[in-house]
């Protein structure tokens, strides 16, 4: 029931009164150390109170909770040490980690906590360590992984072609070569180690992402921007396409390129993850995946309603023209994607003003164009801007997120000899087996003096209110002018006792 009442208050508005209570219930825990303390009971969802305090956003809660964990080492004058509690908060022996839940959480109050203390130091001190160095390695090594899969389909076996012409818009001259055939001289050997490479990178692929599907979930694990939701997506995507590759090459099945050509672009696409390890270039990949799967996908539906329309008149109005005076319509596929090239205005209006265009052409091209040229793409692009405001008044917050689920998930991933535990062990200190992390911390006593200045400017008016209503409640049978002249000079006196108050606060400061 306690451990329940805990979990109650770090949800409560009133933080203070909750901070009160919740010291009070834990005043009575007889097991306040160890497996048995209520602060270390879960709930359902496998959260203590400390981490429910961090996946709400309850920042009041958190320091409240860390000031009771701290211990002060030494201080001398402004200067102080204090070791910080990071047993739930590191990430290096937790299943399910403190800093994974705030940045996987939906609440953007959840993602001020790692701008406090010690959890911003905790992070830095990870990621300027271990986290920075190792990705920019797995960035090169992943840009030279693609440089290779790249080099193995611009190489990739072909012959010329025997067979007669079936059309005379067929534009084939060369044919994929059948397995025999595909690896006979030595720069095919040379090839073969390269696919080799490509298929082995994409099997390691597969075995360290679905672990985390599995643990984290696919929904939470695809869906969250901040953890990079699809780019895991466009990674897996890419390995499935490269297996299909090798499968189709190995049964000497025509057709490779579709594969090959989806993981080469989504390869390529994919080097826009390691853009998260530098602050300048990291909260434009979350526009992008913003603008992509948020304003782009809504914007689809519309477009493609007015492509098919469009595309099936244009298709029905030169059914009976001569294609090859006016080949952009000639089939109903062909007219799909022309009407999409219009669509963007990647191509003018199609035209032969040498023979007679129908007249409905001209009449359809006009609505078409004022549709999607003047009120569609328009719309897209306020969109898109409203998009980049929200998200560049939030790209410090977005930026340093990403930079914790990226030090999660090198954490996880990497062995533990390459990333050794961050912070002291408290039994150097007599503190038992709980971690701590040392912090430096100045005292400003200027700060203190200024706050103290304050206090008693705020007690002296609230004197001075006090005897002003004393004085009008002693004289409420008197007339009501002078009630006024009362009412007014108690006014001004503590006008006038504040503003010398804060006179002297400006000069110390």
């Known amino acids: 029931i306690g451990n329940t009442v805990l979990h109650i ?34 709930n359902n969802e496998g959260l203590s109170p ?37 047993t739930e908060i590191d990430s290096w022996a ?14 953007r109050e ?40 790249t080099m193995c389909c611009v190489y990739r076996p072909l012959k010329p072609r025997t067979g007669n012409r079936t059309s005379s818009r067929d534009n084939t001259i060369y044919v994929q070569k059948m397995l025999q055939e595909s690896y006979v001289a030595y720069e095919d050997e040379l090839r073969l180690v390269g696919e080799l490479i490509t298929v082995i990178g994409a099997v390691v ?21 901040i953890l990079g939701g699809p780019f895991h997506i466009i990674v897996i995507t890419y390995a499935c396409m490269i297996l299909v590759t090798m499968v189709m ?66 298709y029905i109005i030169f059914q009976t023209e001569n294609p090859e005076n006016l080949g952009q319509f000639y089939n109903y596929p062909m007219s799909l994607f022309t009407t999409f090239e219009l669509f963007l205005t990647i191509i003018d209006g199609p035209a032969n003003y040498d023979v007679d265009l129908p007249f409905m052409y001209s009449v359809v091209y006009f609505a078409f164009a004022i549709i999607a040229a003047l009120l569609m793409l328009n719309l897209l692009i306020a969109m898109m801007g409203d998009t980049h405001w929200r998200v560049a008044h939030e790209q410090d917050e977005l ?34 087996d709980r971690w701590y992390l040392r ?54 006196t503590s006008r006038t006792s504040s503003h010398r108050g804060w006179e002297i606060l400006r000069r110390n400061t």
């Open 110 to 149: 959840a993602r001020q906590i790692l701008d406090l203390t010690p959890v911003k130091e905790l992070v830095s001190l990870k990621w300027n360590m271990y986290g920075r160095p190792y990705f920019c390695f797995l960035a090169l090594f992943y840009i030279l992984y693609m440089v290779c899969f």
């Open 249 to 314: 090459r190995l049964t000497s099945t025509t057709g490779e390129v579709v594969p090959m050509s989806f993981a080469l672009v989504l390869g390529w696409c994919n080097v826009m993850y390691f853009a998260r390890g530098f602050q300048m270039l990291g909260p434009f990949t979350i526009m992008i995946q913003k603008m992509i799967f948020g304003d782009l996908m809504r914007f689809c539906w519309l477009m493609a309603v007015v492509i098919l329309g469009f595309a099936s008149a244009f």
């Open 9 to 42: 208050l770090v949800l409560q508005p009133n933080k203070t009164f909750a901070c009160h209570m919740y010291s009070l219930i834990l005043s009575y825990d007889r097991n306040k150390e160890g497996p048995g303390s209520l602060e270390l009971i879960p």
């Open 399 to 432: 930026w340093r997120a990403q930079v914790v689920a990226t030090t999660v998930m090198l954490e996880r991933k990497l062995p533990r000899c390459l990333w050794p535990r961050s912070g002291i062990c408290g039994r150097e200190f007599g503190l038992g």
């Open 94 to 107: 937790e299943d399910q980690s403190f800093l994974e839940l705030i940045v996987s959480t939906k609440k």
């Open 50 to 86: 400390f981490k429910l305090a961090g996946v709400e956003g309850n920042t009041v809660m958190f320091q409240y909770l860390m000031q009771k964990r701290k211990q002060n080492l030494w201080s001398f004058g402004p200067l102080s040490t204090v070791l910080y509690d990071i």
């Open 205 to 225: 692929i597969l075995v360290l992402e679905i672990p985390d599907i599995l643990r984290v979930g696919a929904a939470k694990y695809f869906g969250q921007t």
């Open 439 to 492: 912090i430096e911390e100045r005292v400003d006593p200027n700060k203190h003096k200024m706050m103290r200045y304050t206090e008693a400017f705020k007690a002296q008016d609230r004197d001075n209110y006090d005897k002003g209503s004393e004085k009008l409640e002693s004289n409420r049978d008197t007339l009501f002018k002078k009630e006024l002249s009362a009412l007014s000079l108690s006014r001004n």
